[in-house]
């Protein structure tokens, strides 16, 4: 069965950190990136971070670069989100996906449409 299953959200004051971890089973984990994305209240879901299948290349929205840190382990299926100096503007759903096409990367011009499978999502809350 193809799954992605994020943990590791919660409530953390501004400032402090979080780690995201998202496993994956039932999918071509190693040969296809992988993509972290958010939700907030009211807002679009919009693309946060994306790692390549190996691992070697990375891409960030702008809001988040300096602070958040994506990474993967393929030989435990999972990919991680490291989120640094949270600001209240952090607060969301964080969800992660998989990108079907496998050994494909597209750097910097992700979107929603480039992923088919996706987690359930997990709660980041940051309080001021």
């Known amino acids: 069965q193809e799954q992605l299953v994020e943990s590791g959200g919660g409530t953390v004051q501004a400032g402090e950190s979080l780690r995201l971890s998202c496993a994956a089973s039932?999918?071509?984990?190693?040969?296809?990136?992988m993509g972290w994305f958010r939700q907030a209240p009211g807002k679009e879901r919009e693309f946060v971070a994306a790692i390549s299948w190996m691992g070697g290349s990375t891409s960030y929205t702008d809001s988040v670069k300096g602070r958040f840190t994506i990474s993967r382990d393929n030989a435990k299926n999972t990919v991680y989100l490291q989120m640094n100096s949270l600001k209240p503007e952090d607060t969301a759903v964080y969800y992660c996906a998989l990108d079907p096409r496998q050994f494909s990367w597209r750097g910097n011009n992700y979107s929603s449409r480039d992923f088919k499978y996706w987690g359930q999502g997990t709660q980041v809350t940051v309080s001021s």
């Open positions: 039932g999918l071509t984990f190693s040969r296809c990136a």
